[in-house]
Structure formats: structure tokens, C-alpha cells
């Protein structure tokens, strides 16, 4: 399989945690919001049959022309990946490294991440690992010289690597100054700021060869990175700039166990996948509003970034996608809107374990 990855090259974004609150930001951007961010561009620029040309219509779903992998973090030449949730099993070979420790990592290096990827667990790998950013990222030792060079506030020393900051989320405090009473009220928003030569990056697996296709998704992008991504905006979060990056070349799932780079919905005939032996998972409950017409979304529950699931008879594509607006009857008398609200969960699936 091959990824076309691209970088997203920002300061601070705020990307919305579940909740009614603003103070907390994820680090990352989730896969299937990346899809409906395109989607948006895609059908402000070309309209919704555009959109019904890649992803059919809500009656008959399809597989998009391409796969997207969720947003993760990038420092200097070094990309991070998601842990595989199968490799928190086992126990630390190393002293100072104790089961709960494997719990808090969320994000591992290339290099960890294909030793991962081939059945070792983190308990392996431990004792040739570097743990950055209160032990929850982890780095080949070889891999260290790959990540950005940081120096201490006076900027005369050099930073050891355990040392050294590549993103922060942090809490900014913002005033909302009431019209008739003239009165204010302090509220903070989260944010996700990133340091020099550092941000997100994320996978492109095409399922066509389509020149235009390909052409209009480049141009969606640079659109997308001129709108902003994530919330905030007005307030100056989510400008960006993304740009092409290098090819990954990973393994095909084949008809063997697989882990997802994405978020992933299964279809009715892929929950055998769930039930294997080898099966890691966690899930999470969407909801959420749409464009600020005081409508909820549907709720729906999807699997993690990470997953690792047991073999289908099926080729990729994998998951499915859902339209998530409300119906006639649940938002009382408000108009529901005529065109479906997707939310996407295909699979970018990776093959787990065996000498793949």
C-alpha cells in the first residue's frame, strides 16, 4: 500500500474536544473530520453533485476515490503514528518502565511503529526507546537525530532530547463583552500550538488514477488551508498551509490481521473483525452540531486510530460511511436539511503482525 502524505504547517489550532466546553483542544484532527472538511470545500467550490460524484447519495453510499488517514504530529524529519492497541500488551522489559507507563503512550515513531506493526509489543521495544513529552511519545534511539534541535530560553544551550517541547496544548483567555448591559465575562479556549519545524501530517491512499480527481483534491486542500481547519477561526485558529509530502510505503492487510491509521465505521459484514482473538480497540461517541444552525447531528459510534482487528474475506475498502443529520421529528419544528451530512469511516488499513 501506498500513502501520499502530505503536512499541514500551522501555529495553533483549536480542535474541538467532545462536550459543550472550549477550554480543551484534541492534538489531532480525526480522519473522518478531514473528510467533511474536504467535502465542505468540495461542494462550496463545485457543488453538491460534485460531492454525490464521490460519495454517492444517502440511499446508496460509496467509497470515496481516496482514503484518508487521521492528522498526526511530525517533528523535523521524524513522523509519529498511532499506537497499535494490541502492543500494550505484554511486560516492560526495563526497570524503569512499569505497566502503567505503556498505558499513557499515544504516539510512537516510524521506526517504533513498523517494529510495532510486525507483532512487537511495547514492552519490546522499551529498552531501545526514547520518551519524550511526559513519557507519552516514544523514539528510536537511531531516530533522535531527526527531531528538531531546541535550545533553553536564553538560546545558548542545546536542549537534551528528553527535554524538548514539539507541541503544547494550551488554555488562552478570551473576554465576550455583553451589548446592552456592557458587562464582560472572562471563558478560555483551548489550543494547540506547535513549534518550529514541527505540525501535523496525514495519508492520502488513492483507490483511483484519475488525473482530475487527483488534480481538484490538491486544489481542495490549498483551499481548505486558506478557510482554516478545526474551529476558532475568526479568532485567528486553523490557518494553514498544506503542502505534498514524501510517499509511505506499508503493507497491504491482506487477508491477515490489520490496524487502522484512521477512525473506522465497520459495515454489517465486517463485525467478525471485532471478534477475533487478536482484537484491540476503543471506541468513541460522536455527536455534535451543524454550521451553527442550532442542529444536532446524529450521534454515532466509531472504532479509534489504532485498531487492530482480525481477518475479513473482504478486500479494501473497508468501513462505511453514514448520514448523521437529524430526522423530520427530532429537532422539532426546525427545517432539516435536504442534503446528506456525512460522517465517513473507511478504513486506511495496514497489515498487522507476520513478517509483512
Given at each position: ?30 480522519s473522518d473530520s478531514l473528510y467533511a472538511a474536504v467535502l ?87 529498552g531501545d526507546a526514547i520518551r519524550l513529552h511526559g513519557k ?5 534511539k537511531d531516530e533522535k537525530d531527526g527531531l528538531p534541535v ?207
Open positions: 500500500m501506498q500513502l501520499q502524505t502530505w503536512k499541514i504547517q500551522g501555529r495553533a489550532f483549536h480542535f474541538g474536544e467532545h462536550g459543550i466546553g472550549q477550554e480543551g483542544s484534541r492534538l489531532t484532527w480525526p465542505a470545500r468540495l461542494a462550496a467550490l463545485r457543488g453538491g453533485e460534485a460531492v454525490e460524484a464521490w460519495v454517492g447519495t444517502a440511499e446508496a453510499p460509496k467509497a470515496p476515490p481516496f482514503l484518508l488517514t487521521s492528522t498526526f504530529p511530525y517533528a523535523g524529519a521524524v513522523r509519529f503514528f498511532p499506537v497499535p492497541l494490541a502492543a500494550l500488551r505484554g511486560e516492560p522489559k526495563e526497570a524503569n518502565v512499569r505497566p502503567k507507563d505503556l498505558k499513557k503512550v499515544r504516539f510512537v515513531s516510524e521506526g517504533v511503529y513498523r517494529r510495532l506493526r510486525k507483532g512487537e509489543t511495547l514492552a519490546d521495544v522499551s507519552s511519545v516514544w523514539v528510536l531546541q535550545t533553553d530560553e536564553r538560546g545558548k544551550k542545546v536542549l537534551p532530547v528528553e527535554e524538548r517541547h514539539f507541541w503544547a496544548v494550551e488554555k488562552r483567555p478570551r473576554v465576550a463583552v455583553g451589548r446592552a448591559p456592557n458587562n464582560s465575562n472572562l471563558f478560555h479556549v483551548g489550543a494547540v500550538r506547535f513549534a518550529d519545524k514541527c505540525g501535523l501530517w496525514f495519508g492520502v491512499q488513492w483507490l483511483t488514477t484519475d488525473a482530475d480527481t487527483q488534480a481538484l483534491f490538491a486544489a481542495l486542500l490549498e483551499d481548505l488551508g486558506d478557510a482554516g481547519l478545526g474551529a476558532e477561526r475568526t479568532s485567528g485558529y486553523g490557518q494553514a498551509k498544506i503542502k505534498k509530502d514524501a510517499l509511505l510505503e506499508l503493507p497491504d492487510p491482506g487477508d491477515g490481521a490489520w490496524t487502522t491509521l484512521s477512525r473506522y465505521l465497520p459495515a454489517e459484514d465486517e463485525v467478525a473483525a471485532l471478534q477475533a482473538p487478536e482484537a484491540a480497540y476503543q471506541v468513541t461517541r460522536l455527536g455534535g452540531w451543524m454550521d451553527g444552525r442550532g442542529l444536532r447531528r446524529r450521534a454515532v459510534t466509531l472504532l479509534a486510530e489504532g485498531a487492530v482487528l482480525g481477518p475479513l474475506d473482504k478486500p479494501a475498502p473497508r468501513g462505511s460511511a453514514v448520514d448523521i443529520k437529524p430526522q423530520p421529528g427530532e429537532v422539532g419544528d426546525f427545517p432539516v436539511p435536504e442534503h446528506p451530512v456525512w460522517r465517513l469511516g473507511w478504513a486506511v488499513a495496514v497489515g498487522y503482525g507476520g513478517d509483512q
